[in-house]
């Protein structure tokens, strides 16, 4: 294969990537590497080393959008970013010492467990219990635009939360994800927090955690400019495209057809990294 | 927290959310000028990504990426775009300290000097 048709391959893969990564909720990258390495047979670090990058162009597309409204909590995010950035630099070191078949194996439970939460209903329960006593000194506590009005939420289990956060930075540096998914579930979950505020809050972060990576996969020559380029740019269209269809169509079947998608490509990773198949 | 701490949280928010978009912008715009130049040069060569230790990316260092801008290298015009994108990662961690400084809340303002410290740690590592 000549670059040519190997770069515009991998656009249009790209692309469809971003699309099915905004629709799922789950970013691009947990999505990418997978096709990267299951269709074109890259090599899984740099199939990382570009989606990192990608992660990093998708936070910062979406940030207007989610800060324009002031939803991110800062506070909180920044707070739990300390434990996702440490995270994160320690992840990007050890895929150097970590076997390629444990990354691939890992970045595949990964999946299935994002297709398993993607896949299940979103509530938000407010509770009358007063919020964790360090949420009220370090004032985490805000407001959200819920359907009755402007609503006060209450923050709870920050250290548990902040916990969670190291493990999905470290996720994020040894498998070159964003990890949106683990930072939303410590944040939704664990702290409670509204959904919105969660999604937002992960969004912002995001950026940070994979810049902190970043560095290393560079220096490592991860990043690679021919493979690197094509996917920037094709899941910065797929993401964009994807954000204005996503208001229109929300059908339930569409949802369904995505989770099995990914549950396919993390059932596939797995077996390729177990047993060499494919 | 008052009405004028949101306020000034919410526009400093808004700010970030632009100057973060913006960056982006320049950030993909020099890596389709990258592409295209690479593609120029490289594009009807042997694409060959399957195996890391035979190839593995030439540009690890920023030294690397600036001599290569000057022998009009399209892969090093990409990995500076790469590089402006990380950076604009910085402005958000900048732009908090900033506003809690602002704002006084300097508990706030350690937690985010200590994140940009682990960023320039990764950078430099």
Do not use: C
Not at chain 1, 136 to 161: A, H, K, W
Not at chain 2, 34 to 51: E, K, P, R, W
Request: net charge positive; no cysteine.
């Amino acid at each position: 294969m000549t670059t040519i048709v190997f770069v515009l391959l991998i656009f249009a893969v790209s692309v469809a990537a971003g699309l099915l990564g905004v629709l799922t909720g789950l970013g691009g990258g947990v999505v990418l590497i997978p096709a990267l390495v299951l269709l074109f047979h890259v090599d899984i670090h740099f199939a990382m080393g570009a989606s990192l990058i990608a992660v990093i162009t998708n936070s910062s597309a979406a940030a207007p959008t989610f800060m324009a409204k002031g939803l991110s909590n800062l506070r909180i995010g920044l707070f739990l970013e300390t434990a996702a950035a440490v995270g994160a630099i320690v992840g990007a070191i050890l895929v150097a010492f970590v076997p390629t078949s444990y990354i691939g194996t890992l970045l595949g439970v990964v999946l299935l467990y994002s297709a398993y939460l993607s896949s299940r209903q979103r509530d938000d329960l407010p509770s009358d219990k007063p919020s964790d006593p360090l949420a009220v000194r370090l004032q985490m506590e805000g407001e959200y635009p819920g359907v009755d009005g402007i609503r006060e939420y209450r923050v709870y289990n920050v250290l548990t939360g902040t916990g969670l956060l190291g493990v999905a930075g470290l996720l994020s540096g040894l498998l070159g994800i964003g990890s949106g998914a683990v930072k939303v579930l410590a944040m939704d979950r664990i702290m409670r927090l509204p959904y919105k505020i969660s999604t937002t809050t992960s969004n912002f972060i995001i950026g940070i955690t994979a810049a902190a990576s970043a560095g290393v996969y560079f220096s490592r020559g991860y990043i690679d400019p021919g493979l690197t380029m094509p996917v920037m740019l094709g899941v910065l269209a797929g993401s964009t495209f994807g954000a204005r269809v996503l208001i229109r169509a929300r059908s339930r079947v569409l949802r369904i057809i995505f989770v099995i998608v990914i549950a396919a490509l993390g059932i596939q990773m797995v077996l390729k990294s177990l047993f060499g198949l494919f | 927290m008052d009405e004028q701490t949101k306020q000034l949280e919410t526009k400093i928010q808004a700010q970030m959310g632009r100057i973060l978009l913006w960056g982006m912008l320049a950030s993909s715009a020099i890596v389709l000028m990258g592409g295209i130049l690479f593609l120029i040069q490289f594009g009807s060569a042997h694409a060959n990504y399957t195996s890391f230790d035979s190839v593995g990316s030439h540009i690890k260092t920023v030294g690397a990426v600036i001599r290569g801008i000057r022998d009009y290298s399209g892969g090093a015009l990409i990995e500076a775009g790469i590089l402006l994108l990380v950076v604009f990662q910085y402005i958000r961690v900048i732009m908090s300290a900033v506003m809690f400084a602002r704002l006084r809340s300097w508990f706030f303002v350690g937690v985010s000097l200590f994140i940009l410290a682990v960023l320039v740690y990764g950078l430099f590592f």
